[in-house]
């Protein structure tokens, strides 16, 4: 079983690295799209636009900050809690190995929501943090609820 | 004036393009074997995916550069036609909003050419590993 989650969690593992990778060329694509809104609005002499587009390079570092920083932590905090789930013998082992797996694709979500908030900005939209915050709690109280349900239904069966 | 001013902004932004300016997104993409940053990115089976993907980032980032390095050219010839009408009828604040205007697009040229590489470079070299 945990063979089988070690596979999986590898494959996760190189999406990561490859939402990552697309993440820092969104970002700086986005920069110099908002620089490229900059310049123009500061030719023009429109002091509204040039404040927004600042304001939304701002933002983007931020977003990126958050998937830097932020997700990693958060997802380290949550499967450090939920891997050290009750049960016994091979339910404990599947729970185990459940978790596990459930942490990689957790981050991978909160990651692909950090990613799709970064394209949203990259466009000048206001919902993309709040969307990617909101993923990110969704995914943790899901992970949390299943992380539950195993000690729980290895109980009802009588196998501890 | 505005021959001069048009003169020395093709040199300058000819020579920041060929000679000068890094491109972040072929760092990025040569990031895989290690590229100028010196960051990896351990992609996995979906390397791939990205060596697909980010010559389309390397292009779009050919084309905005071009853009701007467009915009801001005429951007200060406007100023520079501003800076010379003023000083020409005796407008003192137009002239120095020109001047103003012309040195606000330098620096919004500047921080494309410099600061976004650098950040480029620095969100490479700090990506984190996966968290599980």
């Known amino acids: ?160 | 004036m505005n021959t001069i001013y048009l003169r020395a902004s093709l040199a300058l932004y000819g020579r920041l393009l060929h000679h000068a300016m890094p491109n972040p997104v072929t760092d990025l993409l040569n990031a895989a074997g290690g590229g100028s940053c010196g960051g990896s990115t351990s992609a996995g089976i979906f390397a791939p995916v990205l060596a697909k993907l980010l010559p389309l980032a390397r292009d779009a980032w050919g084309f905005g550069t071009a853009v701007l390095i467009v915009i801001a050219s005429l951007g200060g010839l406007y100023f520079a036609l501003k800076g010379t009408a003023g000083a020409s009828i005796g407008g003192s604040g137009m002239a120095s909003g020109a001047i103003i205007g012309m040195v606000t697009v330098i620096i919004v040229v500047l921080m494309a050419f410099l600061l976004l590489p650098q950040l480029s470079c620095l969100l490479q070299n700090s990506a984190p590993a996966a968290p599980f």
């Open chain 1, 1 to 160: 079983m945990m063979h089988a989650s070690e596979i999986l969690v590898n494959i996760l593992r190189g999406a990561w690295g490859a939402v990552m990778g697309v993440m820092v060329a969104a970002a700086v694509l986005g920069m110099l799209a908002q620089l490229v809104r900059l310049s123009g609005s500061a030719a023009l002499g429109a002091p509204m636009i040039t404040a927004r587009a600042a304001s939304s390079m701002l933002g983007m570092i931020v977003v990126v900050l958050y998937a830097y920083l932020a997700v990693p932590a958060i997802v380290r905090a949550v499967s450090s809690s939920a891997l050290g789930g009750g049960g016994c013998g091979p339910a404990a082992e599947l729970g185990q190995a459940a978790a596990y797996a459930m942490a990689a694709i957790t981050s991978l979500r909160i990651a692909k929501a950090t990613l799709i908030s970064i394209f949203s900005a990259m466009s000048g939209a206001q919902t993309g943090m709040s969307y990617a915050i909101s993923e990110a709690a969704e995914s943790i109280i899901g992970m949390l609820l299943i992380s539950i349900a195993v000690p729980v239904a290895a109980a009802f069966l009588g196998a501890c």
